[in-house]
């Protein structure tokens, strides 16, 4: 059963950092992509960064330049480490992998992480 554990988030002040974590069971590139979603209130969830098996990755403008996804295939773990951040960013954060079946895509999601940025 595939599970997607996350850590990290919390509170933080504007202009602060925070990094999330994803472990993974079993190995990442057991997944054709995974990434970070994010779910506001009363918003629908968005992607906030990917990165797909062979290592390239892909951000949302909103975040380019501030977020920077990332992995640890030893660990089976991603992370997004958020810089510069901005009360826009407050959301939960959640996890999720991919993996395509021929047409067919699937996807699995962590529980979700808090994120608050004050100003």
């Known amino acids: 059963q595939v599970q997607l554990v996350e850590s990290g988030g919390g509170s933080v002040q504007a202009g602060g950092s925070l990094r999330v974590s994803c472990a993974a069971s079993?190995?990442?590139?057991?997944?054709?992509?995974m990434g970070w979603y994010r779910q506001a209130p009363g918003k629908q969830r968005e992607l906030v960064a990917s990165?797909?098996?062979?290592?390239?990755?892909n951000y949302v403008d909103s975040v380019k330049g501030r977020f920077t996804i990332s992995r640890d295939i030893a660990k089976n773990t991603i992370y997004l480490q958020m810089n510069s951040l901005k009360p826009e960013d407050t959301a939960v954060y959640y996890c999720?992998?991919?993996?395509?079946?021929?047409?067919?895509?699937?996807?699995?999601w962590g529980q979700g992480t808090q994120v608050t940025v004050s100003s």
């Open positions: 999720n992998a991919e993996r395509w079946l021929g047409n067919a895509r699937r996807d699995y």
């Open positions: 079993g190995s990442i590139f057991s997944y054709n992509a």
């Open positions: 990165i797909i098996s062979g290592g390239k990755t």
